[in-house]
């Protein structure tokens, strides 16, 4: 069993930038770990990922405006985001997809707020 919190969001102003955490309680070495978003009323969203190699993926959703990045050594995943816009207000969750299990059914984190507002 793998506890994720995740932490860093708040209020942002328009093209600003914010920096989020997420905490794996157990070893989170071997999983692929990934970012969502949801907003209300929406679906949640893919938004990047990263391999247990470091392989990085964005999706086209937030493209040129993050960067996620792993620390094995602490079981901590980030998402740094840059140029934030009022659109990118979401609930931003953090999920981890252990070896051979289908992508999705893993574990998910709690989510963090991010609200861009002037």
């Known amino acids: 069993q793998v506890h994720l919190v995740e932490s860093g969001g708040g209020l942002v102003q328009p093209g600003g930038s914010l920096r989020l955490s997420c905490l794996g309680s157990?070893?989170?070495?071997?999983?692929?770990m990934a970012w969502y978003r949801q907003a209300p009323g929406k679906q949640r969203d893919l938004v990047a990922s990263?391999?247990?190699?470091?392989?990085?993926k964005y999706e086209d959703i937030m493209h040129g405006q993050l960067l996620i990045s792993r620390d094995n050594a602490r079981n901590t995943v980030y998402l740094e985001m840059n140029s934030l816009k009022p659109e990118d207000t979401a609930v931003y969750y953090c999920?981890?997809?252990?070896?051979?299990?289908?992508w999705g059914r893993g574990y998910w984190g709690q989510g963090t707020q991010v609200t861009v507002s002037s």
């Open positions: 999920y981890a997809n252990p070896p051979g299990t289908i």
């Open positions: 990263i391999s247990r190699d470091f392989s990085t």
């Open positions: 157990g070893n989170i070495l071997s999983f692929a």
